[in-house]
């Protein structure tokens, strides 16, 4: 009963976890992202502290861009991509954007394509937002490092999810 709790109020504060009364991955997944937005040990483990915070109705997300209406934004320095919309934060993902060498460009840029499936490199339910940047699933999205070409990379299990919610035209904020 207290991880179905636990989910509702991660789920409330714009977290993605499972619905039911087991800790599942997408729960972890969940924690994970909760905990990069506060600065935390990038772990999937649920402590009472995170359970208190969530039950105290704190601990989501704060937008940089509230006023921008439905829309994605992405921390670099939390490896975090949000999708917001009447101010809030909706959904928070844990992510992994470009290394040092490769890293992900920032600003204010619009979605202009969509590519369904895996393509050719294994990225899977893209969304494209500057030349070849894109949001996708991929199965290796790292905890601890950013470690794409650029791109912003999801687990898989979260790509087709964000690929239903993104629309063509939409903004998409990176920093």
Same mark, same amino acid.
């Given at each position: 009963?207290?991880?179905?709790i ?6 409330k ?5 499972s ?11 969940a924690?994970?992202a ?9 772990s999937? $483990?649920?402590?009472p502290?995170?359970f208190?915070t969530l +039950?105290? *109705?704190?601990?989501?997300y704060?937008?940089? &861009?509230? /006023?921008?209406?439905r829309?994605v934004?992405?921390s670099i320095?939390r ?13 928070t993902y844990?992510?992994?954007t470009?290394?040092?060498?490769t ?6 840029? $619009? ?6 499936g895996?393509? +050719?490199v *294994?990225?899977y339910?893209?969304?494209?937002? &500057?030349? /070849?940047y894109a949001?996708h ?6 905890a601890?490092y950013?470690?794409?070409h650029?791109?912003?990379?999801t687990p ?8 239903n919610w ?9 920093y």
């Open positions: 009963k207290d991880v179905k636990f989910n509702r109020l991660l789920y504060q714009g977290y993605v976890p619905n039911g009364r087991r800790f599942t991955a997408r729960t972890g997944r924690v994970l909760y905990r990069k937005v506060h600065g935390r040990a990038k999937t $483990r649920a402590t502290g995170i208190k +039950a105290d *109705g704190r601990g989501a704060k937008l940089r &861009h509230p /006023g921008a209406g829309h934004e992405v320095g490896q975090v991509m949000v999708l917001a919309d009447n101010g809030r934060a909706q959904r844990h992510v992994s470009g290394k040092a060498s890293p992900t460009v920032r600003g204010h840029f $619009r979605f202009y394509r969509r590519q369904p895996f393509n +050719a *294994g990225m339910y893209s969304v494209y937002f &500057h030349g /070849g949001i699933g991929y199965p290796s999205v790292p601890t950013p470690a794409s650029g791109c912003v990379r898989i299990p979260d790509a087709r999810s964000i690929y993104v629309r063509l035209g939409m903004s998409i904020y990176t």
